[in-house]
């Protein structure tokens, strides 16, 4: 028998509200053995979906007010029992709560254990547990979106579909094999083979989906660099919507890297300002120069700023040099003054330029548009389920791979009881992603990412 957990399932801190999560067999006594209702109605006898006021009382002593609310098995987000008490917020008071629950037989709850429950007791699949703590982390809309989708069944319904094909398939295969005195109609190797490849491009296209889903859910990291003056820290500020790096119009007045996390539409950017490109003697300032170069080396993105209203110089082309193949947006700042640029040169060399003037709050819609397509976000649909973490993303990849081989093995003649073990391997790897089989190893790697209370 599972025990009875519990945990504070709101954020540690002041607020106007602290909860109190009970999930289990026996979650309903340990919360009437310190609730007492104003209505004297004891919690082992409310019904599922409703409510009581009373006071939390422990040791005789009247702790706080609060509300319970019942959920009864199986119609709760473990499928267990479950109460959750709501109390004034605060870290003591939700915490002295909780001591009353731990000390009338409820443990402490594991880090994601009720989301772990849930999957264990049938209420939600493996990528629908998974984008519970990907929505709480979710850091702007297309990546709530994407999470939210999941959590419906999105991206399970999108696996299903090549499951259930390659199911179909090794079926067939392994009748028509065992079963020869039953005149199974003989399998049909172009049929097979068409099976097989609308198999490989529905999870291609899902694997092409994960990078772009990976930049909307964690960020990336974006450098600004050009040489000094070209409006490097006035455009940290205007994306950042405050005065984070120091503007001046002395040359080599930001000596050491600047970092701020900043959303540009669907996409955050963990920024870091940099001290401008040039030779110098300043000892303190070339120490930055350095690390900026180092930067450039690693960044996930260049935001490369060059001054309209003067010639390129010698550093802004050895800058230019760089963003060849590099993912880069050249910024055209200053654009406010006379145009005295090389535009076209620019373009000639980078795939994307955008043009502003950083010090009149610039539109920044063209940067962002750029960057999207960078990262390749602008042709991402949430909604139409995507991978969303390493352990997804290998299953589906080695799945991948057997379907793969599985064609392979057609084309070289190989028996078709050779091919129904390939085919069967893809559809364990499938089974293992959607979590409809998995080892215990497994969930419990996937779980202890979640934070407590979830």
Request: proline residues 2%; charged residues 25%.
């Given at each position: 028998m599972e025990h009875t957990i519990a945990a504070i399932s709101t954020p540690n801190g002041v607020g106007g509200m602290g909860v109190i999560r009970i999930s289990g067999e026996n979650a309903l006594l340990v919360a009437e053995s310190i609730f007492n209702s104003?209505?004297?109605?004891?919690?082992?006898?409310?019904?599922?979906?409703?409510?009581?006021?009373?006071?939390?009382?422990?040791?005789?002593?009247?702790?706080?007010?609060?509300?319970?609310?019942?959920?009864?098995?199986?119609?709760?987000?473990?499928?267990?029992?479950?109460?959750?008490?709501?109390?004034?917020?605060?870290?003591?008071?939700?915490?002295?709560?909780?001591?009353?629950?731990?000390?009338?037989?409820?443990?402490?709850?594991?880090?994601?254990?009720?989301?772990?429950?849930?999957?264990?007791?049938g209420k939600m699949g493996l990528t629908e547990?998974?984008?519970?703590?990907?929505?709480?982390?979710?850091?702007?809309?297309?990546?709530?979106?994407?999470?939210?989708s999941a959590m419906e069944g999105s991206l399970r319904k999108r696996i299903n579909g090549v499951r259930d094909e390659l199911l179909n398939l090794a079926a067939h295969l392994a009748a028509w094999a065992d079963y020869p005195e039953e005149e199974i109609p003989e399998i049909d190797e172009s049929e097979l083979r068409n099976g097989l490849l609308k198999c490989k491009s529905e999870l291609k296209n899902l694997l092409s989906t994960y990078d772009a889903g990976k930049v909307m859910r964690e960020g990336v990291d974006t450098v600004i660099a050009g040489r000094p003056n070209v409006g490097k820290s006035t455009l940290m500020n205007l994306l950042a919507g405050c005065e984070r790096s120091i503007v001046t119009d002395i040359p080599g007045t930001t000596r050491d890297i600047i970092e701020e996390t900043v959303m540009l539409g669907n996409v955050p950017l963990r920024l870091s300002d940099t001290a401008g490109l040039r030779n110098t003697n300043d000892i303190v300032e070339s120490i930055g120069v350095k690390r900026a170069k180092e930067r450039l080396?690693?960044?996930?993105?260049?935001?490369?700023?060059?001054?309209?209203?003067?010639?390129?110089?010698?550093?802004?082309?050895?800058?230019?040099?760089?963003?060849?193949?590099?993912?880069?947006?050249?910024?055209?700042?200053?654009?406010?003054?006379?145009?005295?640029?090389?535009?076209?040169?620019?373009?000639?060399?980078?795939?994307?330029?955008?043009?502003?003037?950083?010090?009149?709050?610039?539109?920044?819609?063209?940067?962002?548009?750029?960057?999207?397509?960078?990262?390749?976000?602008?042709?991402?649909?949430?909604?139409?389920?995507?991978?969303?973490n390493e352990r997804q993303y290998s299953d589906a990849q080695k799945a991948l791979h057997s379907i793969e081989e599985a064609l392979t093995a057609l084309d070289m003649g190989i028996t078709f009881d050779a091919v129904t073990i390939i085919i069967e391997e893809a559809i364990n790897c499938l089974l293992e992603l959607t979590g409809e089989r998995v080892t215990e190893a497994v969930v419990d790697q996937v779980f202890h990412r979640f934070c407590v209370g979830k």
């Amino acid at each position: 028998m599972e025990h009875t957990i519990a945990a504070i399932s709101t954020p540690n801190g002041v607020g106007g509200m602290g909860v109190i999560r009970i999930s289990g067999e026996n979650a309903l006594l340990v919360a009437e053995s310190i609730f007492n209702s104003v209505s004297g109605k004891k919690i082992s006898e409310m019904k599922g979906y409703t409510a009581s006021f009373g006071k939390i009382i422990d040791e005789g002593q009247i702790i706080d007010e609060a509300v319970a609310l019942v959920f009864r098995s199986p119609h709760s987000y473990t499928g267990e029992d479950v109460v959750e008490i709501s109390c004034h917020g605060g870290m003591y008071i939700t915490k002295r709560v909780l001591r009353a629950v731990l000390s009338h037989g409820a443990k402490p709850a594991e880090g994601g254990e009720f989301t772990k429950r849930a999957f264990l007791n049938g209420k939600m699949g493996l990528t629908e547990a998974e984008s519970v703590m990907e929505l709480i982390a979710a850091s702007g809309s297309q990546s709530a979106r994407a999470a939210l989708s999941a959590m419906e069944g999105s991206l399970r319904k999108r696996i299903n579909g090549v499951r259930d094909e390659l199911l179909n398939l090794a079926a067939h295969l392994a009748a028509w094999a065992d079963y020869p005195e039953e005149e199974i109609p003989e399998i049909d190797e172009s049929e097979l083979r068409n099976g097989l490849l609308k198999c490989k491009s529905e999870l291609k296209n899902l694997l092409s989906t994960y990078d772009a889903g990976k930049v909307m859910r964690e960020g990336v990291d974006t450098v600004i660099a050009g040489r000094p003056n070209v409006g490097k820290s006035t455009l940290m500020n205007l994306l950042a919507g405050c005065e984070r790096s120091i503007v001046t119009d002395i040359p080599g007045t930001t000596r050491d890297i600047i970092e701020e996390t900043v959303m540009l539409g669907n996409v955050p950017l963990r920024l870091s300002d940099t001290a401008g490109l040039r030779n110098t003697n300043d000892i303190v300032e070339s120490i930055g120069v350095k690390r900026a170069k180092e930067r450039l080396l690693s960044a996930g993105l260049i935001f490369a700023v060059f001054d309209a209203s003067s010639p390129l110089t010698e550093e802004d082309r050895q800058l230019i040099g760089l963003l060849e193949n590099a993912p880069a947006v050249a910024i055209v700042n200053k654009t406010d003054l006379e145009s005295k640029i090389d535009s076209d040169y620019i373009r000639s060399k980078v795939n994307h330029v955008v043009f502003i003037s950083a010090k009149n709050d610039a539109d920044t819609k063209q940067l962002e548009n750029a960057v999207a397509e960078i990262a390749g976000t602008s042709k991402l649909d949430p909604s139409q389920g995507i991978l969303a973490n390493e352990r997804q993303y290998s299953d589906a990849q080695k799945a991948l791979h057997s379907i793969e081989e599985a064609l392979t093995a057609l084309d070289m003649g190989i028996t078709f009881d050779a091919v129904t073990i390939i085919i069967e391997e893809a559809i364990n790897c499938l089974l293992e992603l959607t979590g409809e089989r998995v080892t215990e190893a497994v969930v419990d790697q996937v779980f202890h990412r979640f934070c407590v209370g979830k």
